[in-house]
């Protein structure tokens, strides 16, 4: 069993579809184990995107993350990290297959519905950063 760390994003937060996307994790074998809805500041959002601080897009990033609340989930299944990626989609919507997240739910790279760890490592760290062990069941 593995764990990662899924953010539903503004852009999705706004359209209402939060049950919707879930339903996709649900549906594919995937537990929230964890979940919470909040509006990030500037510094939380910052620090949990660091690791993007040289890309050009950081700034846009960082303010498009804390345009709205955002809703931060543990997920739990089996190869959990790369079952959410391929569910998810391309970060990119316009090259998302037909059927993922981001090509039904996103509008462009930037608004793309959702945030999925990209590695077991970073899934552990994702998930130190927004929950406490006492906060996962
Ligand atoms: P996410 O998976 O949350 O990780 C970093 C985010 O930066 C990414 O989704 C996109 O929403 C955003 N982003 C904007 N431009 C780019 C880009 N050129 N390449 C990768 N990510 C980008």
């Given at each position: 069993m593995e764990k990662t760390l899924s953010i539903i994003k503004p852009d999705a937060v706004k359209k209402n579809v939060i049950g919707k996307i879930i339903d996709r994790f649900e549906s594919n074998?995937?537990?929230?184990?964890a979940m919470k809805r909040v509006l990030l500041s500037k510094e939380v959002a910052g620090d949990f995107y660091a690791i993007h601080?040289?890309?050009?897009?950081y700034n846009d990033l960082v303010e498009f993350m804390i345009s709205g609340p955002v809703v931060v989930m543990v997920l739990e299944g089996n190869d959990a990290v790369k079952k959410n990626r391929e569910l998810m989609g391309d970060t990119d919507p316009k090259k998302a297959q037909p059927g993922t997240i981001r090509s039904d739910f996103a509008d462009s790279i930037d608004a793309n519905a959702v945030h999925g760890s990209d590695s077991l490592e970073n899934a552990t760290n994702e998930i130190a950063f927004f929950f406490s062990q006492t906060e996962i069941h």
């Open positions: 074998g995937l537990k929230i184990v601080k040289e890309r050009p897009f």
